[in-house]
């Protein structure tokens, strides 16, 4: 008599059976099959209603049975980076990669959860990896991101490069001329920051760090109704942007418009009640607000003499 072991729990069958007698296991290929089929449709429903921990469970059933199933590995990877953990998912994004070299979605999420954990030498080498991928197309965003990590580990000249490559790729995507925008600023060509920042914004990228850099390059060029202007736009598009805030208060206390800096510092420390950066500005607009009197006592004094 032929037996069937389980692969579950290795228990021994009788061959006329189909399912373990002891765990329920199915032992019948087909109906193996079919079960895989039954556990992915499943999957689809409770990705949708972001139920994970019963998802990461069919996953993992499923790549019991199929453990070379790449699909899967990789749905099981965005699952666990959801959940914040980050290693699982990493391990699966891994095992789909050696079933798949080429799988571009799993080595560009790899690379992304690098980024994230800061092991930027090892999510320079996946997206450098993804440019050698058999599957080829423009991959601008990868040499944008290439670029990212080399202005994070301090070669500007790189990054630059890379930015502008991903721009030569694809004219119209937004993120490469706004990273350029940053390496202007910070070289001081401001003329060349706001035109990279305005391109940037005429692609569509309204991000409210667009809009405060924006301002502060308008700042350094004296421009300062349209730095009044974009720091403005930052807070309308984002009410709960610090930075903006921040900084509005210090234009108007440097620009000796005590009304409005103290309309913004008092939006900030409701908002941000626990935040020290608060205290250096109440410091900033009160001996702002001191020196401003005191000049006006001196000039007044001067006139009557």
Do not use: W
Not at 98 to 119: E, F, M, T, W
Not at 210 to 226: F, P, S, T
């Amino acid at each position: 008599m032929n037996i069937k072991v389980c692969n579950k729990c290795k228990t021994e069958n009788d061959e006329s059976y189909n399912y373990c007698f002891s765990c329920g296991y199915p032992l019948n290929e087909a109906i193996k099959e079919k079960e895989i089929i039954r556990l992915l449709g499943i999957s689809f429903g409770l990705e949708v209603y972001n139920m994970l921990d019963k998802l990461i469970n069919i996953y993992e059933s499923i790549l019991y049975e199929r453990p070379y199933y790449a699909d899967v590995r990789y749905r099981c990877a965005l699952a666990y980076e959801i959940k914040g953990d980050y290693e699982k998912a990493i391990y699966h994004l891994n095992e789909a990669l050696k079933i798949n070299p080429d799988y571009i979605q799993a080595r560009s999420k790899l690379a992304d959860i690098y980024v994230i954990l800061g092991n930027y030498q090892e999510a320079l080498i996946e997206y450098k990896n993804l440019l050698n991928t058999k599957v080829r197309y423009t991959f601008a965003d990868v040499h944008n991101n290439i670029g990212v990590i080399y202005e994070k580990q301090g070669n500007v000249k790189q990054a630059k490069a890379y930015y502008q490559k991903a721009i030569s790729l694809n004219p119209k995507f937004a993120k490469p001329y706004y990273n350029l925008g940053n390496i202007y600023y910070e070289k001081g060509d401001y003329e060349q920051a706001i035109a990279h920042y305005k391109k940037a914004l005429s692609l569509k990228l309204e991000i409210p760090e667009v809009y405060n850099n924006l301002a502060l390059a308008y700042y350094k060029l004296n421009n300062l109704q349209e730095t009044e202007n974009n720091f403005l736009n930052a807070i309308k598009l984002d009410p709960l942007f610090f930075d903006a805030y921040y900084n509005i208060v210090l234009f108007y206390i440097q620009t000796n418009n005590f009304q409005n800096a103290k309309k913004y510092l008092d939006i900030l420390k409701q908002r941000y009640p626990s935040n020290y950066e608060i205290n250096y500005l109440e410091k900033n607009l009160d001996k702002k607000m001191k020196e401003t009197i005191k000049d006006e006592i001196i000039e007044e004094k001067g006139k009557g003499m």
